[in-house]
């Protein structure tokens, strides 16, 4: 018997000004929501954060789907999020979700990294993709869906998806292996500038409450 399945630390994007050009690089939209790590075996599944915690109860709709993926083991990476009317990735819908509406939450997987006992994390990713697409069907009511990459012209494809003000892209190296931790061969390129702020102290009275920030 085969030793059970567990969770692997995910692949981190680099972030860069512009996204790379030529033709061995793949390019998917980068959706804004959680980093999940589906595990399935033996007719169960379980979800993991990019931390590796078990939010599987927190998934009801996409655990029922994942049990029924036509194989006997598999390791899914993907993205859980919430799309609104035009199908945008909303973060804000994602959280009211959580509390409650869960049927809403959608895993779109881009990555496969196991399958039917073998580790195919070492193998380039236009395979891994190939077989992943296989094993995730096209159904549109389903809620585990493939994230769908695209070939060609990477900066056209950026400014579209500015256009339609998604988050950003993923462009990811076709020939590359799976390596947890931070990569170069996967390369993320935002939509919308970030801004870090460095806060040096507060100054308030005593009617004033104390002040919580994250930086």
Not at 96 to 123: E, G, N, W
Not at 165 to 170: H, S
Request: proline share 6%.
């Amino acid at each position: 018997m085969s030793p059970r399945l567990s969770f692997i630390p995910p692949q981190l994007p680099s972030l860069t000004d512009q996204p790379p050009d030529g033709a061995n690089w793949l390019h998917e939209v980068k959706h804004d929501g959680y980093r999940t790590m589906l595990l399935v075996e033996r007719g169960t599944a379980i979800a993991y954060t990019r931390n590796g915690h078990d939010w599987s109860e927190r998934y009801p709709g996409i655990i029922a789907s994942a049990r029924k993926l036509p194989c006997w083991s598999a390791i899914l990476d993907g993205e859980v999020i919430v799309q609104d009317a035009h199908g945008v990735s909303d973060f804000e819908a994602l959280q009211a979700a959580l509390r409650s509406q869960p049927t809403h939450l959608i895993l779109y997987a881009f990555d496969l990294l196991h399958l039917d006992s073998k580790d195919v994390l070492h193998r380039p990713l236009v395979e891994r993709g190939a077989k992943l697409l296989e094993l995730v069907t096209r159904n549109q009511d389903s809620p585990i869906q493939f994230s769908e990459e695209f070939i060609g012209d990477a900066a056209a494809f950026f400014r579209a998806c500015a256009a339609h003000e998604l988050d950003g892209i993923v462009s990811k190296l076709a020939t590359s292996r799976y390596r947890s931790g931070r990569s170069k061969t996967w390369l993320k390129t935002k939509c919308f500038a970030e801004s870090e702020l460095t806060l040096f102290g507060i100054d308030r009275d005593r009617k004033t409450p104390k002040m919580m920030a994250r930086l």
